[in-house]
């Protein structure tokens, strides 16, 4: 089925990978909070570390054909979330959150692993979405993974 998107699908494609991340935070016992700052999208603290997070929720809704497109970081986002990290006494992360084919998978790391994994070039870094990546990220300890699979079962033609 061919997919057209709203005028307004990439706001609410950020503010759903926001919400989405909030909430498996919050189910598994994290405090965490959703805040309006440049840099950070979410404040967290980690029941098993004690460690408070500042995170940096980056998301995108792949078109059909697109699916293992990369996600574009572009590098004034670091320096972003490590201002906002100090001003806040916090650990900078990302949540890369990418909706594809019948799968929305969400990354949770330390933006220094990020930077290892994919460091920044020219004006990006580029956190590549090609099925042996993704095989690479998911035995990464340092990343955390969940994924939703899903089925439109019944839709308007």
Same mark, same amino acid.
């Given at each position: +089925?061919? #997919?057209?998107? /709203? $005028?307004?699908? /990439?706001?609410? *494609?950020?503010?759903?990978?926001?919400?989405?991340?909030?909430?498996?935070?919050?189910? %598994?016992?994290? &405090?965490?909070?959703?805040?309006?700052?440049?840099?950070?999208? #979410?404040?967290?603290?980690?029941?098993?570390?004690?460690?408070? +997070?500042?995170? $940096?929720?980056?998301?995108?809704?792949?078109? &059909?054909? *697109?699916?293992?497109?990369?996600?574009?970081?572009?590098?004034?986002?670091?320096?972003?979330?490590?201002?906002?990290?100090?001003?806040?006494?916090?650990?900078? %992360?990302?949540?890369?959150?990418?909706? &594809? &084919?019948? !799968?929305?998978?969400?990354?949770?790391?330390? +933006?220094?692993?990020?930077?290892?994994?994919?460091? $920044?070039?020219?004006?990006?870094?580029?956190? *590549?979405?090609?099925?042996?990546?993704?095989?690479?990220?998911?035995?990464?300890?340092?990343?955390?993974?969940?994924?939703?699979?899903? !089925? *439109?079962?019944?839709?308007?033609?």
């Amino acid at each position: +089925m061919k #997919i057209n998107k /709203s $005028s307004r699908h /990439s706001k609410i *494609t950020g503010n759903f990978a926001e919400h989405l991340v909030l909430y498996w935070l919050s189910k %598994y016992g994290f &405090e965490c909070a959703n805040v309006d700052h440049t840099g950070i999208d #979410i404040i967290a603290r980690n029941p098993h570390t004690n460690e408070l +997070m500042g995170i $940096s929720v980056k998301s995108r809704s792949r078109n &059909e054909g *697109t699916e293992g497109t990369y996600v574009s970081i572009p590098n004034d986002n670091f320096e972003k979330v490590q201002k906002a990290c100090v001003a806040f006494d916090c650990v900078p %992360y990302f949540a890369i959150v990418v909706d &594809e &084919e019948d !799968k929305i998978r969400v990354f949770l790391l330390p +933006m220094k692993e990020l930077l290892k994994i994919h460091p $920044s070039k020219n004006r990006i870094s580029a956190w *590549t979405m090609g099925k042996k990546k993704i095989g690479e990220y998911y035995s990464n300890p340092n990343i955390k993974i969940f994924e939703f699979n899903y !089925k *439109t079962h019944r839709w308007w033609n």
